[in-house]
């Protein structure tokens, strides 16, 4: 079993997500039950309509609920430190092109690249890791190599984005 890194924030975010999918079965069983009242169920489109979103919900559901498991909830104010870690806000600066850029270090399933928040897993997250400000590192993109000086290292969490 893996261990997924999560803030408390981004664990109760999926909760309530799983919450909100819970809610929705009444619906599409009531939607499957009044498609099927309808008669011939071979070209009931209302009915295989239901029933594909059905499946997607249930597959969604089985998603979230085998993964809380694996997740490590992780209280971002007990996070500092020099090094580059999970809960990390990273200032880095394109070697090459001067360019700046900022990403906060989160898991897989807080991760949203428009807002700057990249995942653990990455390979820029994966490059991250460990080093301090002042640091070079290589990342191997899908663009082809960059590789960026480390500006700065705070911790502050997702909730100063």
Same mark, same amino acid.
């Given at each position: /079993?893996?261990? =997924?890194?999560? %803030?408390?924030?981004?664990?109760?975010?999926?909760?309530?997500?799983?919450?909100?999918?819970?809610?929705?079965?009444? @619906? !599409?069983?009531?939607?499957?039950?009044?498609?099927?009242?309808? *008669?011939?169920?071979?070209?009931?489109?209302?009915?295989?309509?239901?029933? @594909?979103?059905?499946?997607?919900? @249930?597959?969604?559901?089985?998603?979230? @609920?085998?993964? !809380?498991?694996?997740?490590? +909830? +992780?209280? /971002?104010?007990?996070?500092?430190?020099?090094?580059?870690?999970?809960?990390?806000?990273?200032?880095?600066?394109? !070697?090459?092109? *001067?360019?700046?850029?900022?990403?906060? =270090?989160?898991?897989?399933?807080?991760?949203?690249?428009?807002?700057? =928040?990249?995942?653990?897993?990455?390979?820029?997250?994966?490059?991250?890791?460990?080093?301090?400000?002042?640091?070079?590192? !290589?990342?191997?993109?899908?663009? *082809?190599?960059?590789?960026?000086?480390?500006? %700065? +290292?705070?911790?502050? *969490?997702?909730? %100063?984005?």
């Amino acid at each position: /079993m893996s261990n =997924i890194p999560i %803030s408390q924030e981004g664990f109760a975010k999926i909760k309530k997500e799983l919450a909100a999918l819970k809610k929705e079965r009444p @619906e !599409i069983i009531k939607a499957i039950a009044e498609a099927r009242e309808e *008669g011939d169920l071979k070209e009931n489109g209302g009915y295989h309509a239901a029933r @594909e979103r059905q499946g997607m919900l @249930e597959a969604k559901i089985n998603y979230i @609920e085998s993964r !809380i498991p694996q997740f490590n +909830v +992780v209280d /971002m104010k007990t996070l500092g430190g020099p090094k580059v870690t999970f809960g990390a806000t990273v200032e880095l600066e394109d !070697i090459d092109t *001067g360019e700046e850029k900022t990403y906060t =270090i989160m898991g897989p399933d807080e991760s949203d690249f428009k807002k700057g =928040i990249i995942s653990v897993e990455s390979p820029v997250g994966k490059a991250l890791l460990g080093k301090e400000e002042g640091d070079e590192v !290589i990342v191997n993109a899908p663009r *082809g190599r960059i590789e960026y000086g480390i500006v %700065s +290292v705070v911790f502050n *969490g997702p909730a %100063s984005q």
